[in-house]
């Protein structure tokens, strides 16, 4: 990349949705840069190709003593900023305003109501009101001096600030994340009404950028172990190998047992003419049976999980010396639950097995180039290397499989349940033209029974838990609405279908405060 090009420098606080701010800005056609809040407060900045500065969100109180800060003694006039939520906050106590713990809370869809004209919210309001995305226990009660109130929701009078001479904008809402109806705008008032800056960056080398990295990285006969689950994200990774190291890539798919029903037969039908003698299956079914055997705690399974999947690859190795790295398709969303991707102080959520449930050491070297990366940004690239329509338009699917989907103590007769299930649900999502509506659907088999009446006679069997959302990226999720005879028809014929299973529920929570994947 190039760093001579002007730029919105942002500053990350910790937020779990920082990278979905570069990402809008990316996808604006403006070149951008994210460093932690403490590198900015170390190092010394000449400013000379910094546009813009966004402050990001953050999961700590600005009213702790240890809170997270940097020195706004910039020249506002010269560098307009942007503050977001955490940022909100923070440029408001810096500026004199007031910021107090909220005794209701704002979490998920809140109405933001326009209460005077600013450059920042051109064209955001339809009618002086529109729906955003609030994730907030602190709220500025009181403004700071100079400062204008743009906009407010029932429970955050300050919601949108504007100094009356300086460009110094902040906004309580996250106007990065997709439930924020048109967000974008905002980003776009900013960067080119506030900032002036030109458009400087296009997706034309993106793939290309991935190639010469990974040429750059993998040396002479050096060899590429390819984590090939089948899922989006590694499928599209091991065709964008394929097409920078060739003959040097090995792809590996390892069946856990864990899997959707069928699965193996199909990704060896999609992936054994393509890969041919580069393509191996490996089945690992009682390994990671045996090693999960009375495991409830979920962290407890991800690592298991993870160390698991290295210890069969890094066996595989021994076989073939030549093999150095190993290449995973993680992503953004993977990686910010896992652990901090800046050094901020991200609170981590879960260990994803291929993030932090990997061992401290391995030995095999780690090529990921998508963790800066949103699923569909992924799927575009696959497009782009015109990887097969069915495996670009899959619902994700997690690493450690169902063994995240069954809460609690897992067996095979339980895993054989939730496969049928599984199955079933997203039969009828097709069947019904809604799989392709939907960002992720799946089953959940709770570790509860219940009590049930059929044929007259009692039923003492699990509880299958539905899920369905809508996402652009993963990081934030509403559930989806079905229509009642959808949901209605298809509890029957899992009931009807699945033997164990005799009651159906349906998760209407959104991420946040839950997440998507029930562990």
């Known amino acids: ?90 440029i408001s106590n810096f500026f004199g305003g007031k910021t107090n713990y909220s005794k209701k809370k704002e979490f998920g869809s809140a109405v933001l109501y326009e209460k005077k004209k600013s450059i920042l919210t051109k064209n955001f309001f339809k009618n002086k009101k529109n729906i955003v995305w609030m994730s907030h226990s602190d709220s500025v009660k009181i403004k700071p001096k100079n400062f204008s109130i743009i906009a407010s929701t029932s429970n955050s009078q300050c919601a949108v600030l504007e100094h009356k001479s300086k460009k110094i904008f902040s906004t309580q809402f996250h106007p990065e994340v997709f439930h924020t109806h048109g967000g974008k705008i905002i980003f776009k008032n900013f960067l080119f009404q506030i900032c002036k800056i030109k458009k400087n960056w296009t997706d034309k080398f993106k793939v290309q950028k991935i190639i010469k990295d990974i040429q750059n990285v993998v040396k002479n006969d050096e060899r590429v172990l390819c984590a090939l689950s089948g899922g989006v994200d590694s499928s599209v990774l091991a065709h964008i190998l394929y097409k920078a190291i060739k003959k040097k890539l090995i792809c590996v798919y390892v069946d856990t047992g864990l899997m959707r029903a069928g699965e193996t037969e199909e990704i060896k039908k999609l992936f054994k003419k393509k890969f041919s003698k580069s393509f191996f299956i490996i089945d690992a079914k009682k390994v990671f049976l045996k090693k999960l055997n009375n495991i409830s705690d979920p962290e407890t399974k991800r690592k298991i999980i993870g160390k698991t999947f290295i210890e069969i690859f890094e066996k595989f190795k021994k076989n073939n010396s030549k093999i150095k790295f190993l290449a995973q398709g993680t992503l953004y969303p993977d990686l910010i639950e896992s652990k901090s991707f800046s050094g901020s102080p991200t609170s981590v959520i879960k260990s994803h097995h291929n993030v932090g449930g990997l061992p401290k050491k391995m030995k095999l070297s780690l090529i990921e180039p998508f963790n800066e990366m949103f699923k569909d940004e992924v799927r575009k690239i696959g497009k782009q290397l015109k990887v097969n329509k069915f495996l670009i338009d899959r619902h994700p699917f997690p690493g450690p499989g169902l063994a995240i989907r069954i809460p609690g103590k897992l067996d095979k007769n339980k895993i054989n349940i939730l496969q049928r299930a599984d199955q079933i649900y997203i039969e009828e999502l097709k069947i019904r033209g809604l799989y392709n509506k939907i960002w992720q659907a799946f089953a959940v088999l709770l570790p509860v029974k219940t009590v049930g009446v059929m044929g007259d006679a009692r039923t003492y069997d699990f509880v299958c838990g539905l899920r369905a959302v809508t996402s652009l990226d993963g990081m934030t999720a509403d559930y989806f609405r079905f229509e009642h005879k959808d949901l209605s028809e298809i509890s029957n014929r899992i009931i009807n279908e699945v033997t164990g299973i005799n009651r159906v529920v349906y998760d209407i929570t959104s991420k946040p405060p839950g997440t998507i994947e029930w562990e």
């Open 1 to 90: 990349m190039n760093s001579s090009l002007d730029k919105i420098l942002i500053i990350d606080f910790g937020s779990q949705v920082t990278q979905l701010i570069a990402r809008q800005i990316r996808e604006l056609g403006v070149y951008c840069e994210l460093i932690n809040y403490k590198n900015f407060n170390s190092k010394k900045f000449s400013f000379s190709d910094i546009k813009g500065i966004i402050l990001s969100g953050g999961p700590k109180s600005t009213l702790t003593k240890a809170a997270p800060s940097i020195d706004l003694n910039i020249d506002f006039k010269k560098i307009p900023v942007l503050g977001i939520c955490y940022g909100h906050q923070l």
